[in-house]
């Protein structure tokens, strides 16, 4: 399979901080699971317009519509979102991909529903149903014959990455919030996280991956997790301008509303040699020494975000990122659904984050086990091993 539609590329710029420490993580996650104030997330199956699609002449448009909730990604909308894209795949000239409410583009899946599910029998079959479907819709979007333009103006996190990163067209605003915060719930990062983060410039990607670490508005574009930068407000010209573009010279119209003399900075660009310098390292345990000897306010912020996440997910998602820098979009959505798969347990370190954080809130986290010494690599490495033939993701 020839590789997805990614350009990814780094911005020459210069510093203006480095932003947030697990607190901020633990904000990424609540967002990534869109639950409403007290907690509750609405029926997946009852919404009919949780995603509303729209034919306009030679265009389609999708728009995520459960504003209450950061427009989380559920089962119900991946079972709209993929016919149409098949059906507009043949139809055409270009699919624009955006949301309602200025918060959100959508800030993930709801992981809690999925993590609960795991109470009642049946519950692992439930988690991967709705991998299956989420992923097999990735690949859809990373292999799209016509322009797929995503319009990631809020938080754009998890499952809102797998429905704009892998596409020809994303285009961040300066409200994009965007972050991969997986490994604080005992995940890895998915949806295709194992393609394009390494893909990123040097060891920008891991550290990524690693830390949850969020990224805002034109860093977002800087990083090269978008491909343009347009204002918020000028979204709708935009738009406008799309559709009656017949599919045309679309980069060329993308760049016009984009800020004149533009040249943004990189939060990160400070710091970018000592992310490749200490991420390049063959495990975490040697990542958290290579930056013990750095020593850097940078650096113990990193390690004291690190030493919060799962021990299992870091050094999963470590592997994992390594492969998927070999691997197509399509291996790598395989490996990541044997990896979901086998984090699908009551007991593991899943179900334990999303107690932890989004449960019973107490932010307290029992992993198991609970230090990187005590991982056992044969553990490791059964987590990557091919599942049943009546599982496996077949895309």
Known sequence: MSMSNITFRLSKTTAI????????RIMSIHSS???AEKGEIPSDSLNENDVLIENIKDSGILTLNRPKVLNALNLSMVRKIYPALKEWEASKNLVIVKATGEKAFCAGGDVKTLALALNNSGGKKVGQEFFR??????????TYKRPYIALINGITMGGGVGLSVHGKYRIA?????????????????DVGGTFFLPRLNGKLGCYLGLTGHRLKGTDVLAAGIATHYVPSERLGDLTNELLESNGNNISEIIKKYQPDNFNPEFSLQPYLKQIDKCFSAPNVQEIIQRLESDGSDWAVNAIKLLKQMSPTSLTVTLQAIEK???LSLKECLEMEFRLVSAALTKDGDYYEGVRALLVDKDKKPMWKPAQLSEISQKAIEARFAKLPDEE???L
Do not use: D
């Open 324 to 326: 998927g820098s070999q």
């Open 173 to 189: 605003t300066e409200n994009t919030l965007f972050a991969m915060p997986e490994t604080a719930i005992g995940l890895v990062p």
């Open 133 to 142: 479907a989420e992923y097999t819709l990735n690949h859809l979007i990373g």
């Open 392 to 394: 496996e993701l077949k």
């Open 17 to 24: 901080r480095s932003a947030g420490w697990f607190n901020a």
């Open 33 to 35: 699971a869109t639950l």
